[in-house]
């Protein structure tokens, strides 16, 4: 089972990067997927999630509006495009996939915003 981000990166205030999850290992499309992300001295935080279809999508407040999750089933992986990025943006994004008693997670891929 894995899940492997990719997609991270330094860039500017105001810009735009797309990060992916791929998934192997396992049915993809039964779990819901969610993109977590953590910054130095600060606790992990959920920032979106999508359901195992793709219909529902619920994001936290301070990325509405500029973070849009997405899935493609068919490729067994996961996105977050990630426009208007801040400064505060900063963080390690991790990939999370559930579904009843099975929890996976990514490693992690390293974004940075700054100028």
């Known amino acids: 089972v894995q899940l492997v981000e990719s997609g991270g990166g330094l860039v500017q205030p105001g810009g735009s990067l797309r990060l992916s999850c791929a998934a192997s290992?396992?049915?993809?499309?039964?779990?819901?997927m969610s993109w977590y992300r953590q910054a130095p001295g600060k606790e992990r935080e959920l920032v979106a999630t999508?359901?195992?279809?793709?219909?529902?999508?619920n994001y936290v407040d301070s990325v509405k509006g500029r973070f849009t999750i997405s899935r493609d089933n068919a490729k067994n992986t996961g996105y977050l495009q990630m426009n208007s990025l801040k400064p505060e943006d900063t963080a390690v994004y991790y990939c999370?996939?559930?579904?009843?008693?099975?929890?996976?997670w990514g490693q992690g891929t390293q974004v940075t915003v700054s100028s």
């Open positions: 999370n996939a559930i579904w009843e008693r099975f929890d996976y």
């Open positions: 290992g396992f049915t993809f499309s039964r779990f819901d």
């Open positions: 999508i359901s195992r279809a793709g219909v529902s999508t």
